[in-house]
Each structure stands twice: as C-alpha cells, then as structure tokens.
C-alpha cells in the first residue's frame, strides 16, 4: 500500500508539471531584456519598444511565452530561488525576425534561478548568475477593450493619405476582443490572433487571415477591406477609448488606423 501510494503521488507530481508555490511568481511578465545569441558577451539586449514578448508563469507549473510572430510553451519547477524551465517547444512559424524568440528559446534551458525585486522585476540567471533576461510584471489588459466592435473607418491599403475609408454599410465587419485573443469578422474572411495591453499601448501578434473562396471563386469579391484589417492590426502600437464607445487604433506615430463603435 505504501508503494502505491508513492507511486500515485508521483503520477500527480508528474501531471503538474511539478507545480510550485510562489504567488510572486505566477503572473505575466513582460521581456525587457535578453542575452542575444548573436554576441559573444552576456551583455544584455534591449527589446524593441514595439515589440511586445509576454511569459506567463501559471500556479500549475506551465508557462507559455507569447512573441510577435511565435508561441514558445513548457513545464517549470521552482524551490527558493531556483528555477529550471523543461518540456520546451515552440510553434515555427516564418516571420521577418527570430532573433528574439531564438534567443528566448537557447536561453530558457540555461535559466537555473530567479530573483523578484520590488514585485514587479523578474530577473532569470544562469548557473554562474549571469543574468539571462529581465523581465517586468505585466497587468492585464484594460476589460473596457473586451467586447464586440464594429469597425466604421479604416486606413485602406490602396490609399497614400491617412485620411480613412468609410466601411460600406452593408458590410458587417466586427472585431471581437476577449481574455484568450481576438476575432476579426469580415464578409468573407476571418482575421485572428492576439493582443496585448498596457496603459494604452496595444499590439496584435500571431496574425492570421483565412482565404475563403466565394461561389467558386478563387477570392472574395472585395479583398481590398480584410487586406487592409490584416496590415492595420500589424501596424497598431495604442489605441484610445472615448466614452466606453467609441475606440480609436493608431500607430507608432499616433496616426489613426481604425475606428470602430462597441455593439
């Protein structure tokens, strides 16, 4: 009896990843900074202001790491201080620059402790106590963004000026903001992904857009409208709310890209 017993415990240690038990811990961060492994040195490296790269560390011992373009997820077990990341894996999608997420990937294996200043610092080292990134302790987002918005304007594509494109009212095109990510509905194609918020910085990550054929037709009739969703949301770095009702998208330099009205 007392060998099943230990048997069983160790099935559930197994199963939860051998979950720790520091609440300090279990939130989400934001990549500040990371060792690059493309020096030679452990200097560390800034990450891009419009970059937004978020590692969630769960009570039950998981942690998944969104990027840009990638999702990097495992198991992690805790004591004290110590900290060791395993189960690694990562989606492998094409994007312009891995350098970063690469550079996440060759370092979570490395990481054998942490350290939590003032709350709102994560500091992850290695072995000999270099430190391998920094990260800050990330809030999560505004819950007046949740919701269905209707989009009314947008910076189309085919257009050199910043003056927006009226939606044609026979269009329906709805985006859907919640806790897990966001859906995009247009009349024919489906714009998904997620996003990230804080104190009115917004960017949209793991972008994709379905290609639906029409009555046989190779495209939608109209594509000029989702194309031009799918380029804005790449584009959006903040966004402003007005009256719980009407949200403005913009991006680097303040430029609105989309108005939409809550439904």
């Known amino acids: 009896m007392k060998l099943l017993t230990m048997l069983f415990a160790t099935v559930i240690g197994l199963a939860s990843c051998n979950a720790p ?33 978020v590692l969630q560390l769960d009570n039950t011992g998981v942690f998944h790491c969104t990027t840009d373009c990638n999702t990097i997820s495992g198991c992690f077990e805790k004591s004290k201080n110590t900290l060791k990341f395993s189960g690694i894996s990562f989606t492998e999608l094409a994007c312009d620059d891995m350098m970063v997420e690469r550079s996440i990937v060759f370092n979570l294996p490395c990481i054998k402790s942490y350290e939590i200043t003032d709350d709102t610092t ?64 247009t009349d024919c194609n489906i714009i998904s992904g997620n996003f990230v918020e804080d104190n009115y910085i ?49 991006d680097i330099y303040g430029h609105i890209l989309m108005e939409l009205t809550k439904q």
């Open 122 to 185: 994560l500091v992850l080292k290695d072995d000999k106590g270099h430190i391998l990134m920094e990260l800050i302790s990330y809030d999560s987002p505004d819950e007046s963004l949740y919701g269905k918005w209707r989009i009314e304007k947008y910076n189309s594509i085919v257009t050199t000026s910043n003056e927006l494109s009226d939606v044609n009212e026979e269009s329906d095109c709805v985006l859907q903001l919640n806790n897990t990510g966001f859906v995009c509905t």
């Open 202 to 250: 917004l960017g949209f990550s793991n972008i994709s857009m379905t290609e639906k054929a029409i009555e046989g037709i190779v495209s939608c009739d109209d594509m000029e409208l989702g194309r031009s969703i799918e380029a804005n949301l790449h584009c959006v770095k903040s966004y402003e709310l007005k009256n719980n009702t009407v949200l403005y998208l913009k």
């Open 21 to 53: 038990s520091d609440n300090a811990l279990y939130r989400e961060w934001r990549l500040e900074k990371y060792n690059c492994i493309a020096t030679s040195s452990y200097g560390l490296t800034q990450v891009n202001g419009n970059c937004d790269y």
